[in-house]
């Protein structure tokens, strides 16, 4: 057999080199002289150890499995039980790799072609923000009402009065959770309905608050807006002008 010579860094593995080998010697990858092809290989990474390649032990771990298939394709046959060909499971390796390999082509192709082309930046479209122009009744801001009404009972602790014989009727300024929902509003410029009666402990303290923004709305100090997506009536300060 005649010397082959090499240039390993040419290859990118040794799948590369045994593709090359096999196209080379015109096989077929399903049927590869496992002998011819396995002295090819070793004789094409004679001396890989004193070279300076990154991946030198994928040439060699490849060389051991060219050994041991070699090794099982020269051992006796049982010819009573049908034994599965060791040349499989390279072959489906070498096919996949062939694959890929050309699919890499096509890419680079592609890469080169488009290589001179130039995009239009992304460019940012604004559009008027429409003011809210729906009007709300105070049965809407009611019905709201008496959902969170009802909810936060079904939540809530025995209120005060269920012990009136031991303390007194509780009360609740209505001033004073007007203010609370005002700095709210400071703090979060804009809050949801329910969101307001977040800390209430009490019935009559729902009921002041909800009254303090029926009050804050009258007075043009709040609007309320309605939300399609949080499905809840908004409260946000009135930039509008208050009375």
Known sequence: MDTLLYKLDSFEGPLDLLLHLISKNKVSIYDIPIVEITAQYLEAIRGIEDSQLENTSEFLVMAAQLLYIKS?????????????????????RLVEYQRFKEASKELRKTEFSTKYMFFKEEE???????????????????????????????MAKPEKRA??????????????MSQRIEEKLKKFKKINFISAFDGAKSKPELVAIFLAILELISTNKIVADYSDKDRDFILKENTRGKK
């Open 72 to 92: 099982k394709m020269l051992l006796p046959k049982n010819e009573e039980e049908e034994e599965e060909d060791p040349r499989d499971d390279l072959a489906q």
């Open 124 to 154: 940012a479209i604004k559009f008027p923000i429409p003011e809210y122009d729906k009007k709300h009744t105070v049965e809407e801001l009611i019905d709201a009402f008496g959902s969170i009404l009802q909810r936060k009972i079904r």
């Open 163 to 176: 012990f009136s014989g031991i303390v007194g009727r509780e009360k609740v300024s209505i001033s004073d």
